[in-house]
């Protein structure tokens, strides 16, 4: 089974400052199938990110997905109040499985 | 427009069998390349991928609950149905139904549903 660690478990930001999200897989996630999802309180998981760097549909592009092998990063640019929120990573390469989230919350 | 929807117990007692059933619309589980998983999240925790099946009939568990689940559909009647026995308390979570897209993600959620496992 593939283990995804998300560092760091919380990011306290300012809204306009950027947000550098790390995945990191126990093994090599095999063609780049890597998924990024927003979770907000009460509200179920919405797709960010696929392949590792393709936005899905209706994604801002101040959200973009970066990386191969076993590191990956999410970045949003500038953080609009809307971003604050848990972000999971996601492998499907092998069966699926989910990092642990990371928290961006207003500092 | 793809949307999906939970429906079950909410209230489970320990040793008993959960029944979730998983109502879609908007694709079909009989076009090649479709399919249809579950995903749990306990209250305050993070994402756990539980079971999948392809529009094939073909079924993917997770290792670690793989005794415990049985995944179906009925293709007539736009559902999928997830079994777990021997219910815990630590299974209470919220349980999510989930399209696959071709490319092996999940592109689109249901609501989620609460299942509270207690005495």
């Known amino acids: 089974e593939i283990v995804l660690t998300q560092s760091p478990g919380t990011l306290s930001l300012s809204p306009g400052e950027r947000a550098t999200l790390s995945c990191r897989a126990s093994q090599s996630v095999s063609s780049s199938y890597l998924a990024w999802y927003q979770q907000k309180p009460g509200q179920a998981p919405r797709l960010l990110i696929y392949?590792?760097?393709s936005r899905a549909t209706g994604i801002p592009d101040r959200f973009s997905g970066s990386g191969s092998g076993t590191d990956f990063t999410l970045t949003i640019s500038r953080l609009e109040p809307e971003d604050f929120a848990v972000y999971y990573c996601?492998?499907?390469?092998?069966?699926?499985?989910f990092g642990q989230g990371t928290k961006v919350e207003i500092k | 427009q793809i949307t999906l929807k939970e429906s079950g117990p909410t209230l489970v007692k320990p040793t008993q069998t959960l029944t979730l059933t998983c109502t879609f619309s908007g694709f079909s589980l009989s076009t090649s390349g479709v399919g249809v998983g579950w995903i749990r999240q306990p209250p305050g925790k993070a994402l756990e991928w539980l079971a999948l099946i392809y529009w094939n009939d073909d079924k993917r568990y997770s290792p670690s609950l793989k005794s415990r689940l049985t995944i179906t559909k009925d293709t007539s009647k736009n559902q999928v149905v997830l079994t777990m026995t021997n219910m815990d308390p630590v299974d209470t979570a919220t349980y999510y139904c989930?399209?696959?897209?071709?490319?092996?993600?999940?592109?689109?959620w249901g609501q989620g549903t609460l299942v509270t496992v207690s005495s």
């Open positions: 989930a399209h696959l897209a071709a490319m092996g993600f999940f592109d689109y």
């Open positions: 996601q492998q499907y390469g092998s069966l699926w499985t």
């Open positions: 392949g590792a760097s």
